[in-house]
């Protein structure tokens, strides 16, 4: 299975899942990352877009990591749509 990011523009609203897109054998997936995990990334820095692109880019490997964890384990899902939680990466859910 070849699992590659693609380039795009992140949109960043707080409260809501920040969206990455990833190449998969072809095909297109989305990949949501819940505000939770982005907050975890962020350490506690503002939620600003440049910070959340840096954190997002600091974590890239466990993103990647995540993604074909979950795509192994689940395989490819019919929605295209993939959600990674708190739970996914181990994180402490209680903040």
Known sequence: ???????T???IEPGFPVE????VDGKTLRVD???KMVEVFLGGAA???DAVRSALQAH????DRVVKAKLFAQG?????????TPSDFG???QQ
């Open 20 to 23: 990455q897109l990833y190449n």
């Open 1 to 7: 299975m070849q699992v590659q990011p693609l380039p």
């Open 9 to 11: 523009d992140v949109r």
């Open 76 to 84: 490819f899902p019919l929605s295209n749509d993939l959600m990674l």
């Open 47 to 49: 939620p600003t877009a």
């Open 33 to 35: 990352i819940e505000w």
């Open 60 to 63: 890239h490997g466990a993103i």
């Open 91 to 93: 994180a402490d859910q």
